[in-house]
Nanobody
């Protein structure tokens, strides 16, 4: 069993900052990519930022230059530093991990966290 537990969401004024964390635990052999998605009311879930096991990052155009994704492989944790927040960043943010529970391609799984609310409002 694998769990992804997110923390760090909350309410902030426009222009403010928040840092999200997501810690993976359980029966994990190795972790490939770790990603952050978000879903705003009435909208589809979208990829915000991704980081591979080698450290390569990718961002949605809407957050480039404002958000930074990073990971601590030893702690099996991924972070999302969000700066210059805008009202349109308001959403539930979900952590996602592509990982192996054991060696071999048949043991590759995709897991999701429970989500954490981020609200940007004056």
């Amino acid at each position: 069993q694998v769990q992804l537990v997110e923390s760090g969401g909350g309410s902030v004024q426009p222009g403010g900052s928040l840092r999200l964390s997501c810690a993976a635990s359980g029966s994990i052999f190795s972790i490939n990519a770790m990603n952050w998605y978000r879903q705003a009311p009435g909208k589809e879930r979208e990829l915000v930022a991704a980081i591979t096991s080698g450290g390569t990052t990718n961002y949605a155009d809407s957050v480039k230059g404002r958000f930074t994704i990073s990971r601590d492989k030893a702690k099996k944790t991924v972070y999302l530093q969000m700066n210059s927040l805008k009202p349109e960043d308001t959403a539930v943010y979900y952590c996602n991990a592509d990982l192996f529970g054991a060696p071999g391609p048949a043991n590759e799984y995709d897991y999701w966290g429970q989500g954490t609310q981020v609200t940007v409002s004056s």
